[in-house]
């Protein structure tokens, strides 16, 4: 099913929850009987599309996002009232910065998404690397949230590799990153 409304109509929900200061709505817990497709794109460089045209106001994107929920190979913006089909051609994020810091002497890896968010690399949010087999691009990703992932920029990869330390996995030399206790492969060491 297609549906032809304007995105904002989902927006005073959306604002009425930030204002309440409920910091994300429960998405998880609404399952609403209406559910149609939009023309809302997001990009893999995380820029997000309404009927072909970029959303160019970031408070709009932000609050889009945290309607933002995934079913299987789907993705949708969800209300109480509505869940709507949208695109998205990798993932909804992109980590954009990252902060290695210490917590009780041990490592940190905290990193901002594309929308504001701020997620920490751990057992929770693990990093993983997706290895292109054609090219050998290394495509790395960080769980955000409920099954939504983040790309991790380019240049944010740079410092994680910089940042990596050699371990020996199952007789295997890899690139390895340590965030909050957890151990996150980037890599294989070519011998």
Same mark, same amino acid.
């Given at each position: 099913?297609?549906?032809?409304?304007?995105?904002?109509?989902?927006?005073?929900?959306?604002?009425?929850?930030?204002?309440?200061?409920?910091?994300?709505?429960?998405?998880?817990?609404?399952?609403?009987?209406?559910?149609?497709?939009?023309?809302?794109?997001?990009?893999? *460089?995380?820029?997000?599309?309404?009927?072909?045209?970029?959303?160019?106001?970031?408070?709009?994107?932000?609050?889009?996002?945290?309607?933002?929920?995934?079913?299987?190979?789907?993705?949708?913006?969800?209300?109480?009232?509505?869940?709507?089909?949208?695109?998205?051609?990798?993932?909804?994020?992109?980590?954009?910065?990252?902060?290695?810091?210490?917590?009780?002497?041990?490592?940190?890896?905290?990193?901002?998404?594309?929308?504001?968010?701020?997620?920490?690399?751990?057992?929770?949010?693990?990093?993983?690397? *997706?290895?292109?087999?054609?090219?050998?691009?290394?495509?790395?990703?960080?769980?955000?949230?409920?099954?939504?992932?983040?790309?991790?920029?380019?240049?944010?990869?740079?410092?994680?590799?910089?940042?990596?330390?050699?371990?020996?996995?199952?007789?295997? *030399?890899?690139?390895?990153?340590?965030?909050?206790?957890?151990?996150?492969?980037?890599?294989?060491?070519?011998?």
């Amino acid at each position: 099913m297609s549906d032809d409304r304007q995105p904002e109509h989902i927006l005073a929900v959306l604002e009425q929850a930030e204002k309440d200061g409920q910091g994300l709505p429960p998405v998880h817990k609404w399952h609403p009987e209406y559910t149609a497709d939009i023309d809302m794109r997001i990009a893999r *460089d995380g820029s997000w599309y309404y009927q072909g045209t970029p959303i160019n106001r970031p408070a709009m994107v932000r609050l889009f996002s945290t309607i933002l929920r995934r079913e299987g190979d789907r993705y949708y913006l969800v209300t109480p009232v509505e869940k709507l089909g949208i695109q998205v051609d990798d993932v909804p994020f992109v980590a954009i910065t990252l902060e290695q810091l210490t917590e009780q002497g041990e490592p940190l890896l905290a990193f901002t998404t594309n929308v504001g968010a701020t997620v920490i690399a751990d057992a929770r949010h693990p990093l993983r690397v *997706d290895t292109d087999p054609d090219t050998g691009e290394p495509a790395p990703y960080l769980l955000v949230r409920d099954n939504l992932e983040a790309l991790i920029h380019r240049n944010v990869f740079y410092q994680l590799v910089q940042a990596a330390r050699t371990a020996s996995i199952d007789g295997s *030399d890899w690139l390895v990153v340590h965030s909050r206790g957890e151990r996150f492969r980037l890599g294989p060491l070519e011998g």
